[in-house]
């Protein structure tokens, strides 16, 4: 082989090398003429523009460049041509075949024959994701810098030391500072000593990894030195694995802690106010009892002496006399029956009742009540008609049980006109006896009935208290009637009131007792 023919197959064989590491390189690699058209493109280059090799060699780049990269990349090209030198490489947006926009960064150097410029080689690397990749970490960015800075409520980031590293408009409005003013100072700078102290612990315990009690309350002082009062949440900030701070939010509670304060003032007023009242209830049920009891022993020894007189057992007195001696007995009784009610009030307020509990025979007292009251109805000319049949004993006190039906019926006498009629009713079940007392008086609106058992309660109006009273014997009936187990009510209507009692029977029937 000569020499001249070894070097020929040499240079054939490099061609073949050199085109082959061209067509087959990663990046995408292309040759231009001097006026922009491609004269090659490697495999790589072809993949970008989606295009066949035929569709691309003799076209020109302003076929696969947008406007604002094809004028960049001619300024280049004729830079490179005139031998000027330019910045390399450069970024360039290609829309491809199927018109998807891509990102290059190219670099372009001439092709020279001898001292004739014949093209330009240019290496292409797609940045097309990596592109996307930074726009969408800007976007994100900007996205919670915007959360960030425009929350309702202050927002921060400090150092470990507890100096501000940052703080959001919210949170400069409240310290009432500029940003300048405000990063890299201190947070004690703008919270009262005390508070201080508070968070410091807290940032010290948040940093060695301690749960603490959230939120941490702190009486901020702002520029023109207010004094505000804000609730911090706060969890700490990480770079990779190194701690680099906290960051949390902070809510003005202001307005709440003043209310807080307050409805603890209120709290206590109301407290010492209803410990007043005790005391004084106290006081004024100690007076009424004493009271009564000082006005129950004259009283009582009026009526007995009263009743000598009445019964001639201390010598003959006129017709008159009898007459007088009526008037101050019917009286003193009165005044006796109201003194003792304000006792049981009294004794109400203190406890229960006092109570005996024996066998009673309601049929028993309810006969001799009436009998007692008929000379009262009778100057009404109302009749008392009872309907009373034997029933068994049940457990009662018999006094205070003669006190409920003495009340009742002289209700029922008191709210009746004359002539009127009154009907005492009894009767049995398994469980309960039932005492009914009718009257055709007045009667009690509807709407008032729930409330007639309740102490001092009188219907309104001239018409109830032209009839006197207190209010205070149907309470004291419903005491004593729920001390036995039973129940009262009342029902009324235009023709006048009844007033039903339920008081249960022994477990054993004690009948005939
Ligand atoms: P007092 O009779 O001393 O006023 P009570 O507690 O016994 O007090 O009764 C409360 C109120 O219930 C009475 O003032 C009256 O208005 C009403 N009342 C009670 N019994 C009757 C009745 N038989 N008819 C009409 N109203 C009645």
Redesign the pocket.
């Given at each position: 082989m000569t020499e001249k023919r070894r070097l020929k197959l040499e240079i054939i064989e490099s061609e073949a090398r050199y085109k082959d590491l061209f067509e087959n390189a990663g990046e995408p690699m292309y040759i231009l003429d001097t006026s922009g058209c491609f004269q090659a493109i490697n495999k790589a280059g072809l993949r970008i523009l989606g295009a066949e090799k035929e569709e691309v060699i003799g076209s020109h780049i302003s076929r696969w460049l947008t406007p604002e990269s094809l004028k960049l990349s001619q300024e280049v090209l004729e830079k490179q041509i005139s031998g000027e030198r330019c910045e390399q490489p450069v970024v360039i947006e290609v829309i491809n075949k199927n018109g998807e926009h891509l990102w290059g960064e190219i670099a372009t150097r001439v092709i020279s024959d001898g001292d004739r410029i014949t093209g330009i080689h240019g290496i292409a690397r797609d940045i097309t994701e990596k592109l996307r990749l930074e726009q969408e970490l800007l976007e994100s960015e900007a996205k919670y810098r915007d959360l960030f800075e425009n929350a309702d409520d202050p927002m921060f980031t400090l150092d470990t030391n507890g100096n501000f590293l940052a703080l959001n408009n919210a949170g400069l409005r409240l310290l009432g500072c500029t940003r300048n003013e405000l990063i890299g100072s201190h947070l004690s700078k703008w919270i009262t000593l005390e508070s201080n102290v508070n968070a410091m612990n807290a940032i010290k315990k948040r940093l060695m990894g301690e749960s603490i009690e959230s939120p941490t309350i702190l009486e901020m002082v702002s520029s023109n030195g207010e004094h505000r009062w804000i609730e911090v949440r706060s969890s700490i900030l990480k770079e990779g694995n190194a701690i680099k701070g906290l960051h949390g939010n902070a809510r003005d509670v202001t307005e709440k802690r003043r209310l807080e304060l307050q409805l603890k003032d209120y709290h206590e007023k109301l407290q010492r106010s209803y410990e007043e009242l005790i005391e004084a209830d106290r006081i004024k049920t100690e007076f009424v009892s004493n009271i009564t009891h000082e006005l129950l022993t004259p009283m009582t020894s009026i009526k007995g002496f009263t009743e000598l007189l009445y019964d001639e057992t201390t010598g003959k007195i006129s017709n008159e006399q009898k007459k007088s001696l009526e008037i101050i007995l019917r009286n003193s009784e009165r005044l006796i029956r109201l003194i003792k009610?304000l006792l049981d009030v009294a004794s109400l307020d203190k406890n229960k009742l006092s109570m005996k509990f024996e066998c009673v025979q309601m049929t028993e007292i309810i006969s001799k009540t009436i009998q007692d009251l008929q000379p009262h109805a009778m100057s009404k000319g109302i009749r008392i008609i009872n309907k009373v049949a034997p029933l068994p004993a049940i457990l009662g006190d018999d006094g205070r049980l003669t006190q409920v039906i003495t009340?009742?019926l002289?209700?029922?006498i008191?709210?009746?006109p004359e002539k009127g009629t009154i009907t005492v009713i009894v009767s049995e079940n398994t469980n309960n006896i039932s005492i009914s007392?009718t009257?055709t008086?007045?009667?009690?609106p509807e709407n008032?009935l729930p409330r007639?058992?309740d102490?001092?309660?009188?219907?309104d109006g001239s018409d109830?208290r032209k009839?006197?009273?207190?209010?205070?014997?149907?309470?004291?009936?419903k005491s004593i009637i729920e001390q036995h187990y039973g129940s009262i009510k009342?029902q009324?209507d235009c023709n006048?009131?009844t007033?039903h009692i339920m008081l249960p029977k022994p477990a054993n029937n004690t009948k005939g007792v």
């Open positions: 009610d009340n009742l002289f209700n029922a008191k709210f009746t007392v009257d008086g007045i009667g009690i008032e007639i058992f102490r001092f309660y009188q219907i109830s009839y006197g009273g207190t209010g205070l014997g149907l309470s004291i009936c009342a009324s006048g009131s007033f």
